[in-house]
């Protein structure tokens, strides 16, 4: 009898993730049994994709639930990648084929995540935060729509619970809030090392506000802006002439009129 030795080899246009939703008010995660014992669902998603954006969706798709991203412990050698989300609301209209369970994590074997992932998730299920950062904890998504709401001047009650969310770490976030009247309204917030994204924006609102979506809420602490959508994506405009277009108007506003014209 011969004996071959089999070597396995993550698929390179993938990205893997354990993913440890959690459900804030009971602090229960979702988990899958395997044989004996329970076990976060292992995920993929397109590799060089936007992450939040991807497993925010899988999730809706493959279980019917309604989360937002929290944090991403990226993989390091030894240790695989870890998606932490927090549960929002589920689906009744659907029958998803694949089901799991709500169980304490301490059910969760210590050989499934282990060391110090281990100890963010039980920070984050004792008190309600991991500690990486404002953004990676309970209820943040709430407090930002109160937040804009109240500084804007909006009806809480307009903003729809449909938000799409595209980048997601402990102290940056990308998100898209859809409201019953008007155009959707975006969060986005930018901590070390992009906090210069968050100076220039604010510079660039107060100099070119026609230029620029209306920027209807800034806070300083989180580094964070609430703007309205802009209509149409830029990709669907990107084009050498819209480009032209775009830097001759900005340096028309900033030194007057150009004695030349990009095209």
Known sequence: MRWCLLITFSNPLSQSYRLVLAEPKTRRVFAERCQLRWRPPQISIPRWSRAADEIQALIEQQWGFEAVVLDLLEEEPGR??????????????????????????????????????????????????????????????????????????????????DVRQFNAAADCALLRFETRVGPPIWFKAGGNPSSSEYRVTRVLAQLFPDSLPAVIATREDWKAWAMEDAGARLGSVCSPGAFGKTVSRLASRAYGDLPWKLE
């Open 80 to 161: 695989e990648a870890i998606a932490i989300a927090e549960f929002r609301g589920g689906s009744t209209s659907r029958t998803f084929a694949r089901v799991g369970s709500w169980v304490n994590f301490r059910e969760v074997s210590k050989s499934e995540i282990h060391g110090a992932d281990r100890h963010i998730v039980e920070t984050l299920l004792r008190d309600g935060t991991t500690g990486r950062g404002v953004f990676s904890r309970f209820g943040w998504v709430e407090d930002a729509l109160d937040w804009f709401s109240r500084e804007a001047g909006i009806d809480r009650a307009q903003v729809t619970g």
